[in-house]
Every structure is written in C-alpha cells, then in structure tokens.
C-alpha cells in the first residue's frame, strides 16, 4: 500500500519560532501537497510540488514556504510561527498511476502555536 | 474559480439510519471521488467514479456520478458508529487537471448515542 507519513502528530510551538512540517511518501512519484484544515473552511491547499526542487504556490501560501530537495520528502516551513497558523495540517501524494485517482494523505500534523 | 458546494455541512442521525449527502460543482467534472476523515486521522478515498451516471457502491456506501456531470451523491445504509467523522467530495481541479483536486467543506457525521 502507498503510505504518506507525517513525522509529528502534534506540535505545539511559540509565536515567532521557525517550524518544519515533514512528509516523506514510500512511492517513487512525482506530485505531493500540503494543506491545511479548519472547521468551516474544508481543505485549503498552501503549496504543491511536481518534482524535486519544483514548487508552485496553492491558494493560501502566505506565511509559508516548502522545500522538496529529495523526491519523497516534502517540507512544508513556517518562516515565524503565528497563532493564525493553528490548524491541523496534511501532506498528500497522488496515487500512482494505474490505481484509483486521487490522491493518498499522512495522518496530519495538529500543530498549536501559543 | 471552480468551487464544490457539499451539503448538508454537518447531520445527527440514529445509529441504523440511513444517510444521504451531495455535492455540486460549478462546471461539469470528468471524475468525482468520495473521502472519509476519521476524527484525529487524514482523509481516506472511499469510492472514485469516472462516468456520468456511474453508480458504485463499497460495502454500505453507495456513490453516483449525476448525469449533468456537475453532482455527485453518496449514501450510506443503516449508519454504524464507525461511520461518524467527515465526508469529503471532490474533483479535479482547474482545467481538469488530473493531479490536483479541489474538495468540498465536508458534511460532518454524528450518531446520537
């Protein structure tokens, strides 16, 4: 089965601080995602690879950036750390090719910044 | 931009109920997938359906393509505990991209004890 993991379950982090999302997928495949969830607003997409070093913005990226300097880790970097950024955040990789459309997602990260 | 309008946003239901929810796109889709969210867990695909009017159906979940290509249904039969959490639909995105996908806000599940 493909598998989209997430290094941390939860994080909590200060106002200010510098926080890495990890995500890593076992698959050898192109495309991964990061967004974030808040109730009433559904799934917001933040950012968006297609390959290694290749990232392209989703419709929220501000106060976020990424980096994808292996093709199975995606990173997602908040430069400094705010309360607005409270949210659970998931990292997904689209299925292989082959495979049902869509895409797989990590269990998410449900990060508190205080 | 495209948008996916789901509905109902959240529903209370009876443990044995039957549950039904929809989706509705702003420009015709070419696929239409189905997610469940379990509470503290990411969302998981249930069901993908590829052609209008397609009817599949995944233990008790049952899913339609409708046929103007701009809505999808799910159902589900005689709700179970486990059946509590969020259902998302979803498509692809702009120009029919097939990988990026927009979702649906989600219809949240509960069932009265």
């Known amino acids: 089965d493909v598998k989209v993991t997430q290094s941390s379950r939860y994080l909590v982090k200060r106002t200010g601080e510098k926080v890495f999302l990890e995500c890593v997928q076992d698959?050898?495949?192109?495309?991964m995602f990061w967004y974030r969830q808040d109730p009433g607003l559904g799934l917001r997409l933040i950012y968006f690879?297609?390959?290694?070093?290749?990232?392209e913005k989703g419709d929220i990226p501000e106060g976020y950036s990424v980096s994808r300097e292996k093709k199975e880790r995606f990173s997602l970097i908040l430069e400094s750390a705010s309360t607005n950024q409270t949210s659970m955040y998931l990292c997904a990789s689209i299925l292989p090719s082959g495979t049902a459309y869509g895409y797989t997602f990590g269990s998410g990260t449900r990060l508190t910044v205080v | 931009g495209q948008q996916l309008n789901q509905s109902p946003q959240s529903m209370f239901i009876q443990e044995g109920e039957d549950v039904s929810m929809n989706c509705t796109s702003s420009s015709i889709f070419n696929t239409w997938l189905w997610y469940k969210q379990d509470p503290g867990e990411g969302p998981v695909l249930l069901i993908a359906l590829y052609k209008a009017g397609e009817l599949t159906s995944n233990g008790r979940l049952t899913a339609q393509f409708g046929i103007t290509r701009k809505d999808s249904f799910l159902n589900i039969s005689a709700s179970i505990p486990s059946d509590v959490g969020i259902y998302f639909c979803?498509?692809?995105?702009?120009?029919?991209?097939?990988?990026?996908?927009?979702f649906g806000k989600g219809t949240r599940l509960h069932i009265l004890p």
């Open positions: 690879s297609y390959d290694v070093k290749m990232k």
């Open positions: 698959m050898d495949h192109e495309n």
């Open positions: 979803a498509g692809p995105g702009k120009l029919n991209r097939d990988d990026k996908i927009i």
